[in-house]
């Protein structure tokens, strides 16, 4: 069941109508986590069990690090909870991975090495609601947070629907409270909710699915025969897609848990706009790079352990940030490449001591820092031709015709390029002037008729976009 | 949370939401409304797409009639040149039309046979060249993708596909004619869509009718005869020999159903002109066709091999217009009647 489908709608509005209903806080929950569980089963029932192994697993060994404080024993069940939750992460996602490629090594070195290829299906989500659970043990571990007193509370955290099967990654710590005393939204949050769920359709279905991916779908499921052009456009057409696409199901997950009282954290923040790969991050998918900070960089060793160390901790952050998305060493490229130019950033900051400052906004000097920022974005460009490209060969084959001039066969027409360049041109500019704000700033300060026909139009464009149904591009990590 | 993750909740304003909303969804369904109304007024008529969803209702209904269903494999050759009105005048049973357009049929035919619970007949297009990729599976098959759907498919998935139709067939906005591109394409040309019906229509049974003296006659047959050129030059060569061995698994398939008390029925509907000659030169039916059924016993009908078929033409060089495909049906049926190839009870 994805946003942006007539079943989601039904769903949505019986658990909106349940929800506020005279039910107690507690029946209320309870309706929530079974309206979770049957949002996860619409995808593949039997693989609810392994959400509710990892729930449980975690559950128990949160409650046994709390019980004691001997040092050790806190340890080894911190171990099984990681062990648990990685070990599944592992089986599912990179176990074709990891054959894949201890076969290509064994046959490299002369072994005559062809097992059958596993037939592994992922359970959806699997990356994102692992990292939840393992975040609850972690922050316990670490006496952030006592454990949960309410299993309910505890499951709501792992499975509550909004976020279940691609973020935000919700923290225990934020979250857990707001589940203590009923939860209703006022009119304030059902009316911005529903906004942000409209804005959300919009981005997939309108600009994502409807404009920039049939572009990218073209160059990227035909390369040899791929211009100069056309390279360039392509990638452009998927950078755009996968921002609207993630973006676009972000703002429809923190509208729907709005709707229903709840708070989400952001998960992006004008990225086109980065100036520089710490910024990058500091806007891209802030709930993972959050936690791959505090729970594997900080882990590491962080920034404390002097230069190299730093360096080192950075890139591996990185690498095991790509490969979280996928199983090919598409991504773990993707992440080198994030790791290198974060490396080469704090270099440069070394070199030059007095930091860059971003005037506020509205100056006029913002302006020169335009060319870092178109530097930042075209250096990001680069790495998702990685993300995209459907093999590392593919991938090169692509940079190749990007940085040489090589004529188009695609036929590519001028409207398609028109699409690709306007939305581009009209995204970098919309989150340059906005970088600093939000959303709510933006129409908090329009009229409430101008926010009532811009929303309308919205509307009108998602019901009469193109019915070209394509899944969430963050649904396969 | 850390404190560099904001959160929207805290960012709220007060604002009149209530008024925002019912102005906002008021004045949506005026342009939504008025959208499918101007091009309602320019003669655009909703209709579904032959999409999976769609696919996936039809294949359902294999198992209703029991040994009685008639199913329709095959390509946009069986969905066009199978009058299933005719058949269903003839027999007194509705056809399940399952043919896929650009795709073979043999996928459908391979997962018909693997059902235990399927026993019906099956008609199933066959062409020579189909059995150069028997077999490979490929992923990205229309076919395989839409039977992978379909298996997977459950309550919610068969909802989603029901309230998409429901929204194609009554809403003229969401024909593909009528999108971003289509429509900032003729703007271009400072004109808008045209509503006048495209030269085949969908039937309301997945089956398809063309009508040939709407198009551009010449500049359909050259394109059908440079595509069928092109895909000629890249078909990999098959012996007599290679090619009877890949139909080894049309047998298994054939008898897996038979066993059940279902029936296979092969056909191969006309070529023409320079199409025809291509086919036939490639695989000389004497030397592919013919041995193939003979040794493998397969029930067959070749348009070629029947007074009442073999003068049927394609205006196109691979499909039949709709005023040849009833003719041709009728005639086909009553091959298979006489044959006595269909389910008992079937009428004459």
Redesign the interface.
């Known amino acids: 069941?994805v946003f942006n489908?007539?079943?989601f709608i039904?769903f949505f509005l019986i658990v909106l109508l349940l929800h506020h209903l005279p039910f107690s806080w507690k029946v209320k929950k309870f309706n929530l986590l079974v309206a979770s569980y049957i949002f996860y089963a619409?995808w593949?029932?039997p693989f609810v069990v392994i959400l509710w192994f990892t729930t449980v697993v975690d559950w128990f060994m949160a409650r046994q690090i709390a019980k004691t404080d001997r040092i050790g024993e806190r340890r080894f069940y911190l171990i099984v909870s990681l062990v648990a939750n990685l070990g599944l992460l592992g089986f599912f996602k990179y176990g074709a991975f990891l054959l894949e490629s201890f076969v290509g090594v064994a046959n490299f070195a002369g072994f005559d090495f062809h097992p059958a290829a596993p037939s592994i299906v992922l359970p959806i989500g699997i990356s994102f609601y692992t990292f939840v659970t393992l975040s609850y043990t972690i922050d316990v571990y670490r006496r952030v947070i006592p454990p949960s007193r309410s299993f309910l509370d505890y499951a709501m955290l792992v499975t509550f629907f909004p976020h279940l099967v691609a973020g935000p990654i919700l923290?225990a710590?934020?979250f857990l409270p707001q589940c203590v005393e009923p939860r209703q939204a006022d009119?304030?949050?059902?009316?911005?909710g529903?906004a942000?769920i409209v804005i959300g359709l919009f981005e997939k279905v309108v600009l994502a699915d409807?404009?920039l991916a049939p572009v990218a779908d073209q160059v990227y499921g035909a390369v040899a025969r791929a211009g100069t052009a056309e390279a360039w456009l392509g990638t452009l057409a998927f950078s755009g897609q996968i921002f609207f696409d993630f973006d676009g199901y972000s703002l429809c997950a923190?509208g729907a848990a709005?709707c229903l009282g709840f708070?989400?954290?952001?998960n992006f923040?004008f990225p086109c706009a980065a100036v520089g790969f710490s910024d990058f991050w500091?806007r891209w998918h802030?709930?993972l790079s959050?936690w791959l900070r505090?729970y594997l960089y900080v882990s590491l060793g962080g920034n404390r352990k002097g230069p190299v160390r730093t360096y080192a901790n950075l890139m591996l952050t990185m690498l095991l940030g790509g490969l979280w998305h996928g199983a090919s060493w598409r991504f773990v490229i993707w992440g080198g490449l994030h790791g290198t130019y974060l490396i080469a950033e704090r270099g440069l900051r070394g070199l030059f001591p007095r930091p860059v400052k971003v005037p506020r906004p509205g100056r006029w000097s913002q302006l020169r820092l335009i060319p870092l920022a178109l530097l930042t974005y075209f250096l990001v460009l680069i790495t998702w031709v990685f993300f995209r490209a459907h093999s590392v060969g593919d991938a090169f084959r692509i940079l190749k015709k990007m940085f040489s001039v090589v004529p188009g066969g695609l036929g590519l027409g001028a409207?398609?390029a028109a699409v690709v360049l306007i939305v581009t041109a009209g995204t970098l500019i919309w989150h340059w002037c906005v970088r600093d704000s939000?959303l709510?700033?933006v129409f908090?300060r329009c009229p409430?008729?101008l926010?009532?026909?811009i929303?309308?139009?919205l509307?009108?464009a998602i019901?009469?976009?193109?019915?070209d149904?394509r899944a969430f591009i963050y649904f396969h990590f | 949370m850390p404190s560099s993750i904001s959160i929207s909740n805290d960012r709220l304003w007060p604002a009149p939401w209530l008024r925002t909303w019912i102005t906002s969804v008021a004045i949506a369904v005026v342009l939504i409304g008025g959208w499918e109304g101007f091009w309602r007024a320019r003669g655009f008529v909703p209709r579904r797409n032959d999409d999976v969803g769609w696919w996936a209702q039809e294949r359902g209904k294999v198992y209703a009639g029991g040994t009685r269903s008639v199913v329709l494999l095959g390509s946009s050759r069986m969905q066009l040149g199978f009058d299933t009105r005719v058949f269903a005048q003839k027999t007194g049973i509705q056809p399940i039309q399952l043919a896929i357009d650009n795709d073979p049929g043999v996928d459908v035919l391979r997962d018909l046979a693997n059902d235990a619970n399927f026993n019906g007949t099956v008609v199933c297009e066959l062409m020579e060249k189909y059995l150069v990729w028997i077999g490979q599976d490929s992923d990205s098959s229309q076919a395989n993708q839409w039977l992978r759907d379909y298996h997977a498919s459950n309550v919610f998935s068969r909802f989603e596909w029901r309230a998409r139709g429901l929204a194609q067939t009554s809403l003229a906005f969401r024909l593909p004619d009528l999108s971003l591109q289509n429509l900032v394409t003729n703007l271009r040309q400072r004109r808008l869509p045209s509503s006048e019906p495209f030269y085949i229509a969908m039937n309301p049974d997945r089956s398809k009718s063309a009508d040939y003296a709407r198009t551009d006659l010449d500049r359909l047959k050259a394109f059908h005869e440079a595509d069928v050129q092109e895909e000629f030059a890249h078909l990999p060569q098959l012996s007599p020999a290679e090619f009877f061995t890949r139909s080894k698994l049309l047998t298994v398939w054939v008898a897996a159903i038979e066993a059940r008390g279902g029936r296979v029925i092969f056909l191969r509907f006309p070529s023409s002109g320079v199409i025809w000659q291509l086919e036939n030169g490639r695989f000389p039916r004497p030397e592919f066709w013919d041995p193939l059924i003979k040794v493998r016993k397969l029930t067959a009908i070749h348009f070629a091999e029947y007074d009442t078929l073999k003068d049927f033409t394609c205006p196109d060089g691979t499909h039949l217009d709709y005023r040849e495909a009833a003719p041709f049906t009728a005639a086909v049926t009553e091959i298979m009647l006489q044959k006595q190839l269909l389910p008992v009870n079937a009428s004459r």
Do not use: Y
């Open positions: 069941m489908s007539w079943t039904v619409a593949n029932p923290r710590e934020s009119r304030r949050q059902m009316g911005w529903w942000l409807g404009m923190i709005m708070a989400f954290p952001d923040r500091r802030i709930s959050t505090d409207f398609s939000s709510e700033q908090a409430w008729w926010t009532a026909i929303f309308a139009i509307i009108w019901a009469t976009a193109p019915g149904n």
